[in-house]
Nanobody, 128 residues
Framework: QIQIVESGGGMVQAGGSLRLSCAASGRNAWTDAMAWFRQAPGKERELVAAIDYKGGDTAYADSVNGRCTISRDDDRDMAKTTLHLQMHALKPEDTAVYYC?????????????????WGQGTQVTVYP
């Protein structure tokens, strides 16, 4: 079992930056691929970015490519992984609840259905 807690959401003016983080702890979290998804009101959940267990392979949604960077810090001694999402040049259409997720696999996936563990989400609001 993995526990995930997100932080770093908030309100920001268009063009600004935000850094989201999530702490994943328990059961060898460093062996899991992880990702950020988001869901805006009235829309389906969508991938923002994903990363493999080593951080060597990443994937981004076309809508954020070039504006976001996903990264991870693994602490095996503490059995804890911290996932980050640095976002720049934010747009009002980036407004959504952002979720951190982990999957029992070394390799990333763009499909949210393959992720077994989810955080509660953190709100990001971008105003004009």
């Amino acid at each position: 079992q993995i526990q995930i807690v997100e932080s770093g959401g908030g309100m920001v003016q268009a063009g600004g930056s935000l850094r989201l983080s999530c702490a994943a702890s328990g059961r060898n979290a460093w062996t899991d691929a992880m990702a950020w998804f988001r869901q805006a009101p009235g829309k389906e959940r969508e991938l923002v970015a994903a990363i493999d267990y080593k951080g060597g392979d990443t994937a981004y949604a076309d809508s954020v490519n070039g504006r976001c960077t996903i990264s991870r810090d693994d602490d095996r001694d503490m059995a804890k992984t911290t996932l980050h999402l640095q976002m720049h040049a934010l747009k009002p259409e980036d407004t959504a609840v952002y979720y951190c997720a982990a999957k029992d696999s070394l390799f990333l996936s763009r499909d949210g259905a393959t992720y077994e563990y989810w955080g509660q989400g953190t709100q990001v609001t971008v105003y004009p």
